[in-house]
């Protein structure tokens, strides 16, 4: 299947400062790529729709300032928590779509952030 | 609006017992039902997309079937590497996006 790399797989910062996470589709395009949020023992929770050269697509209750995203090309889509605070703390995931008539998703590993 | 509901919540097995686990969901115009498996600190893994009743598919020890209610993900003979949570997912019509259960939590014990 298609993979899908997300980096880092951990991060640690202290409250108040920013954190980037990338997510590369590695051997396809994505013009559509999804950022998740999972709380432990919670399902995934969409946050946004990231697409290529537009701006992203954010889900009901997600501060877009807040959760900044940027899709500048057809492999890489970046997320960055800005002035992060321990309630950010949570698992993020990001996917990729591989279309056509079997389309489906592919999910990255996921990153831990924790915020102290 | 869209809702998928998975039972049980939690699932211990022998391993070599088999079950199911059952996915619930309401959906206006299915384009798909995705089951995917989940390791802790992890994203999920794709395992089946089903798109129509009726419909299965296999994958080693797992059978996924399709009905226009639910979806049964059989685990036949299951052995400790198929702990995971297993997690449902819909896409409806003009949806861009899936909508997520949130999961069984499967425990194979030796």
């Known amino acids: 299947g298609a993979v899908v790399s997300q980096h880092p797989s951990r991060v640690i910062c202290k409250s108040g400062t920013s954190v980037k996470i990338e997510c590369r589709s590695l051997?396809?395009?994505?013009?559509?790529m999804f950022w998740y949020r999972q709380f432990p023992k919670q399902s995934l929770m969409l946050m946004a729709t990231?697409?290529?050269?537009?701006?992203?697509?954010?889900e009901q209750g997600v501060e877009k300032d807040k959760f900044l995203i940027n899709h500048a090309s057809l492999t890489l889509s970046t997320l960055t928590v800005t002035s992060a605070h321990p309630e950010d703390s949570s698992f993020y995931i990001c996917?990729?779509?591989?279309?056509?008539?079997?389309?489906?998703?592919?999910f990255g590993s996921g990153t831990q952030l924790s915020v102290l | 609006e869209d809702q998928v509901t998975q039972s049980p919540e939690a699932l211990r097995l022998q391993e070599g017992e088999s079950s199911s686990l059952n996915c619930s969901y309401t959906?206006?115009?299915?384009?798909?039902l995705f089951w995917y498996r989940q390791d802790p600190g992890k994203g999920p893994e794709f395992l089946f997309t089903?798109?129509?009743a009726g419909e299965e598919k296999e994958k080693e020890r797992l059978k996924a079937t399709l009905t226009k209610k639910e979806s049964f993900l059989h685990i036949t003979a299951p052995k400790p590497e198929d702990s995971a949570t297993y997690l449902c997912?819909?896409?409806?019509?003009?949806?861009?996006?899936?909508?997520f259960g949130t999961g069984t939590r499967l425990t194979v014990i030796p």
């Open positions: 996917s990729a779509r591989v279309g056509g008539p079997n389309e489906k998703l592919f």
């Open positions: 051997d396809f395009q994505a013009t559509t």
């Open positions: 990231s697409n290529e050269g537009s701006k992203a697509t954010y």
């Open positions: 959906v206006s115009g299915l384009r798909g």
């Open positions: 089903l798109y129509s």
């Open positions: 997912a819909v896409q409806g019509d003009g949806a861009n996006n899936l909508f």
